[in-house]
C-alpha cells in the first residue's frame, strides 16, 4: 500500500485540498484499496481547526466533501510511516526535512513537481485569497502523481 501525506503551512487550506482531491482520483480509478492518503501541517496554528470555509466550498464545487477534517501537525512518526510526504511551497518543504530530522529514504517531494512543474510553489490561497488557482495547479500535481504512481506500478 502506498501511503501519502500531503503537507502545508497549516493544513486548513492546501493540503486538505490535496488530501480529498486525491482521495476522488483515486476512488474514481477504483484504486482506494492501494493508497492511504491524509494530510499534516508544519505548524502549530491551526491544530484541531476544520478546513478552512473557502477551501471546502472549492472542493465541495467539484462534488468533493471534507467533513470531519481537522488540522493536525506533521510528526517525526509520520516521516516513517508514509511512503511520500508531499509539500505545498519551499517553506514547507524546508520545515519538513526538520522535522523528519532530513530526507534519507527520498521521501520528501513538491507537489507540483508532479505536474512537470518542480521548482514551483501552490501558492497560499490563506493570503492570494485564490482558491481557483490553488485548485488548479494541485489538482493537476495529484493527477500527475496518481499517474506517476501507477506507472511506477505497472513498472513492477
Known sequence: MTRILFVCHGNICRSPMAEFIMKDLVKKAGLERQFHIASAATSTEEIGSPVYPPARRKLA?????????TARQLTQEDCGQYSLLIGMDRA???NMRRICGGDPEGKIHPLLEYAGRPGDDVA???YTRDFDAAWRDIEAGCRGLLAY???EEDRR
Request: aromatic share 6%; with cysteine; hydrophobic share 30%.
Open 61 to 69: 464545487e467539484h462534488g468533493i466533501s471534507c467533513a470531519g477534517k
Open 124 to 126: 497560499d490561497p490563506w
Open 149 to 151: 504512481l501507477t506507472e
Open 92 to 94: 514547507n518543504l524546508r
